[in-house]
Every structure is written in structure tokens, then in C-alpha cells.
């Protein structure tokens, strides 16, 4: 077992460790002396059963500094070390309270019963990390009771009503997140780096999870004011929750409520703000990818739509609807940024991924299909890579084909994909982005729905 001892003083380091290390020898005590030593040491050398941190140093605030380190490994039992009075002056209640074994350490260590008192104290967070270990204990099971789920979906929680499970071998699944227990972003962006796309819940689990996230959904989407600043993460996690219910069971009448209910909030707001600039200045950049380029999606053909004189409810929900289902059937979220079999990321893909991103048009058709409500959308997303001039895929029909709704449709997802995560969304950019798509897009019925793009952006 690991555990990081932050202090600027090793005279105190190697007592600790004399201490420790005589009563539990399988103990690694790392010494640590600075904030960007302690954070690399938690990011690439954990897991840590508890941290030590020494309230009296001068050049670093503990308090912030273990609040940092909590956020990035979650939470674990801290000992913070020194005198009395500066620990209670230092160390707030929100550090303090973070964990229940966390306790305090009084300064000086060469007070009689100090070396009682520390192993006494230290024997709690060991106890505490062998029961973590044994809940993560790597598992013998049979994968068609686990189901994936991508690792992007679970930075919408704090914690999770199930187990979460990682992969480790075709039979062999470490719990690696307990249920309702806190879990950091830092955590999942380690997995995230070293190219771990997926973690698991049981079947059972899952299907628990999705009907009881739809009715939370149901219910925030009812009770959102339009316009609240809130309203962006309602939606986007709406638009998670819906995909993954349609990849799990596939279009259930949760789905067509979550569907009808995303659509309608999400038009009430841009008719409330009535501003593509305003939105995407708003708009969250963290969570780019299939669901945030669906909701921009949404937001761009409509406005579209209405520069386009179409003010119909009957429209404005059909290319709603094309906007949620067209990418569902993307296997990666970093798919939903590629406009073109040139773009470069499409290019590094394996053949077998290349393969699947081309007939995603056509696997989102078919699930359209199941919302008879709206005709001709699974024509509309078949087609929402195709361009006038032939270069798109999958099909390449003659430009007379590509209907007005389906321009509308096209240019607003190709839109959406290029501003989707970017920060930097001033009118110069938004300028480039236009320019760039001339080339492909100013042509037949796509020319005058080109213009109302510059008009909706305001550039």
C-alpha cells in the first residue's frame, strides 16, 4: 500500500517513516514537497490508501492542496500533521468532513505516546483501504452480463447509483467505482488517457438506471425554465440518457418522450433567445461530442429553418428529430467531429472503425424509421453527409436529390461538428468556419440556405 506524505521538513518524513514503516512494513511512504509533485505522484502512482498532509508549511496551502488532491482521486482518509492551533486555523470543514476517518495529528513528535497515537490512527485508513481493495477485487464473470457504456456518459455524475466495472481481460472485470460513492473527473480522465472508452454496469443495473434517469430527465425538462442557465446540461444529458436507452432496448415510449420533451424545450429556448451568437457563447464546451453536436444541431436548423421562412411546428420538430437520431449509431464521441472521409482523424482510424463510421447514416435511418410521426426523416439523416458537389458519402446522389430541408439539415450538423468544444467562437472564427464550407456547400439548393448561415451567425 501506497501512502503520500506532503511535508517540507524530511527530518519529520523519516520519523513518520521509522514509525510506519517498524509496525507495517508493506507500507511505501512517499515523500512529497511540492503541490506539482504531489499531483503528478497522485495522477501516475496511486492508488494511495490515505495522504498525510503537514498543516505548518510555509510555501503551501494545505487546505487547498488536499481539497486538489481529493478531487483527483476521490475521496480517502487524510491525517493532517502539526500544531493545534494552525491545524484548526488552515484545514476548513469542507477538507476536514470529506472523509470520516479523516483526523489531525498534534505536533511534537517526540512527546511521549506520539508513536502510539500516530499507529493507531493510521491503522483506521489501512483498514479502510483493505475493504477498498477487497470491493475491487478483480472478478471472474461472463461478459454478456455487463454492458458498455461509454466513459464520456459517466462525467455528467458525481457518483453512480451502480457498481462500475472495468474491462480487464474477455473474463476478468475490476470494480473500480462503488456504488453511490463519490468519484472524481480527474479519475475517469486517467482511464480516459490511457485509451479506456468503455466501462461496465450489469445488465440489470443498467436497465434499472436508464428508466430511472428518463423519469428524472421527464421531470427536469418539465420544470426548467427555458432559458436557465441550467437548461444546456438538462439537455445534454437528456440526449445521453435517450441514446443509450435507444442502443440498449432501442426506441421505447420512453424514448419518444424524452424525444418530444428535449425538442420542445430546446425550441422554446431559441425562440426565448433568438441568438445563435448568444447561444454559443453560453453554450458548455466540456462535453463535446455525439450528444452536445446533436443539441447544436438542433439549435442551427432551426434557426435555419425560420430564416428560411419555415415556420411550421410540423418542420421544426422533424429536423429536431433528425438532430437527436443522427449520430447515434457512432461508436466514439470523437466521430461526431469528422465532416469528411479527407479529414485526417478519419484517416487514422482502423479500417474496421472507417467501416463503421460510413454506415452510421444508414444505421440512424433505420432507427428513425420507428418515428412514424415524422415523415421522411430517415431520408433526411441517410443523407446528412452528402454535398451538392458529390464529395460526400455515403451514397453521392446528383445534386437534384439533395432537397431544400435536407440542405437546411446538412449544413447545420456540418456546422455543428466544426463548433462543437471550441472555445474560441469569436466572428472571426465563426468568418473561417463560413469560408471554409463555400467550397462544397455553394451550390444547386444548398446557395441560399449558405446565406442565411451568415446571417444566423451574424458575420
Not at 457498481?163 to 453511490?180: H, Q
Not at 461530442?289 to 447544436?296: D, E, H, I, P
Not at 440512424?364 to 441517410?382: L, N, W
Amino acid at each position: 500500500m501506497k501512502v503520500l506524505f506532503v511535508t517540507e521538513l524530511a527530518e519529520d518524513f523519516n520519523i513518520f517513516r521509522h514509525i510506519l514503516y517498524n509496525k507495517f512494513p508493506k507500507i511505501e511512504l512517499l515523500h512529497i514537497t511540492s503541490v506539482d509533485q504531489a499531483m503528478n505522484e497522485a495522477s501516475s502512482n496511486g492508488p494511495f490508501a490515505a495522504f498525510i498532509i503537514d498543516a505548518d508549511m510555509k510555501e503551501i496551502d494545505p487546505n487547498a492542496l488536499g481539497l486538489n488532491l481529493i478531487e483527483f482521486t476521490g475521496p480517502r482518509p487524510v491525517l493532517f500533521f502539526g500544531t493545534e492551533a494552525i491545524i484548526k486555523q488552515r484545514i476548513g470543514d469542507d477538507l476536514f468532513n470529506v472523509h470520516e476517518l479523516n483526523d489531525t495529528v498534534f505536533r511534537p513528535t517526540e512527546r511521549e505516546g506520539f508513536n502510539i497515537e500516530l499507529i493507531n490512527k493510521f491503522e483506521k485508513a489501512l483498514t479502510w483501504m483493505k475493504e477498498q481493495e477487497r470491493e475491487e477485487a478483480i472478478e471472474e464473470v461472463n461478459a454478456d452480463d455487463f454492458i458498455p457504456m461509454k466513459i464520456k456518459s459517466f462525467f455528467l455524475y458525481r457518483q453512480f447509483p451502480y457498481d462500475i466495472y472495468l474491462a480487464i481481460t474477455a473474463k476478468s472485470y475490476m470494480r473500480v467505482i462503488n456504488a453511490d460513492k463519490p468519484y472524481s473527473h480527474n479519475m475517469l480522465t486517467s482511464y480516459a488517457k490511457k485509451n479506456i472508452k468503455f466501462l461496465h454496469i450489469k445488465k440489470d443495473d443498467q436497465l434499472k438506471f436508464l428508466e430511472e434517469e428518463s423519469k428524472k430527465c421527464l421531470k427536469a425538462l418539465k420544470n426548467i425554465d427555458p432559458v436557465s442557465k441550467d437548461v444546456y446540461l438538462i439537455l445534454l444529458r437528456s440526449i445521453t440518457i435517450m441514446h443509450q436507452y435507444m442502443m440498449a432496448l432501442g426506441v421505447t415510449p420512453s424514448v419518444f418522450k424524452l424525444s418530444e420533451a428535449i425538442t420542445d424545450i430546446a425550441i422554446e429556448h431559441l425562440k426565448l433567445v433568438n441568438d445563435i451568437p448568444s447561444i454559443l457563447k453560453k453554450y458548455p464546451t466540456f462535453y463535446t461530442g455525439v450528444a452536445s453536436k446533436s443539441l447544436l444541431t438542433l439549435f442551427l436548423a432551426k434557426a435555419l429553418s425560420l430564416k428560411m421562412g419555415w415556420d411550421s411546428i410540423t418542420s421544426k420538430k422533424k429536423l429536431a428529430i433528425c438532430a437527436l437520431l443522427q449520430d447515434v449509431a457512432l461508436p466514439e464521441d470523437s466521430m461526431s467531429a469528422i465532416n469528411s472521409t479527407n479529414d485526417h482523424q478519419f484517416k487514422l482510424m482502423s479500417p474496421q472503425l472507417q467501416n463503421e463510421y460510413l454506415k452510421h447514416p444508414q444505421k440512424a435511418s433505420d432507427f428513425s424509421k420507428q418515428f412514424s410521426t415524422y415523415s421522411d426523416i430517415d431520408y433526411i439523416i441517410e443523407l446528412h453527409h452528402e454535398l451538392p458537389n458529390r464529395k460526400g458519402f455515403p451514397n453521392r446522389p446528383p445534386a437534384m436529390k439533395l432537397t431544400q430541408i435536407v440542405a437546411v439539415f446538412n449544413i447545420s450538423q456540418y456546422l455543428a461538428a466544426e463548433v462543437d468544444g471550441r472555445d474560441d467562437l469569436s466572428s472571426a472564427t465563426l468568418s473561417k468556419i463560413f469560408k471554409s464550407m463555400q467550397k462544397d456547400f455553394n451550390l444547386g439548393s444548398f446557395k441560399e440556405v449558405l446565406k442565411g448561415v451568415k446571417s444566423i451567425l451574424k458575420i
